[in-house]
């Protein structure tokens, strides 16, 4: 599998945050990377505000 726009990274989170985003990833259809693409990109917006 080619990741020409992305990268691997290894992360370990809280198991009910995981739970809860895999359960929206399944209702949504929408891939759990994509997800966390979305909440990544809201943090570093709230925090250049800093």
Not at 17 to 24: G, N, R, V
């Amino acid at each position: 599998m080619s990741l020409k726009n992305r990268i691997r990274i290894g992360s370990a989170i809280d198991k009910k945050l995981y739970e809860e985003i895999k359960m929206l990833s399944e209702k949504t259809r929408i891939p759990m990377s994509k997800l966390l693409d979305e909440a990544i990109e809201d943090l570093i917006k709230k925090y250049k505000k800093l």
